[in-house]
């Protein structure tokens, strides 16, 4: 059974900057693509970056582009995106996602993801 745990959220001032960490277990986390998604109050849960397994490819909304940077440590099975430039809009709950099979261009779609984590909670305040 594959299990991610997100862990690094928290409360921080607009501009500060946060690192969320997702812990992947029962799998091997370098077959994975894997991404981040966030969902704030009433809203739909929105793509913020995905990685391939390879550590390689990249992509991310223009929302978070240049502010934001997904990375892995396949070594330590462990996910991370690092905010920077944080602003109140940023708030949300965030989760990490793992994808056996990522094709073509569907990094930012929910249903192409097969694991999540149960998500962190970053609160921005201005």
């Known amino acids: 059974q594959v299990q991610l745990v997100e862990s690094g959220g928290g409360l921080v001032q607009a501009g500060g900057s946060l690192r969320l960490s997702c812990a992947i277990s029962?799998?091997?986390?370098?077959?994975?693509?894997m991404a981040w998604f966030r969902q704030a109050p009433g809203k739909d849960r929105e793509f913020v970056a995905s990685m391939s397994r390879n550590g390689i490819a990249t992509w991310y909304p223009d929302s978070v582009k240049g502010r934001f940077t997904i990375s892995r440590n396949n070594a330590k099975n462990t996910l991370y995106l690092q905010m920077n430039s944080l602003k109140p809009e940023d708030t949300a709950v965030y989760y990490c996602?793992?994808?056996?099979?990522?094709?073509?261009?569907?990094?930012?779609?929910?249903?192409?993801?097969?694991?999540w984590g149960q998500g962190t909670q970053v609160t921005v305040s201005s």
């Open positions: 996602a793992a994808a056996r099979v990522l094709l073509g261009y569907n990094y930012g779609l929910e249903r192409a993801y097969d694991y």
């Open positions: 029962g799998g091997t986390f370098s077959s994975y693509d």
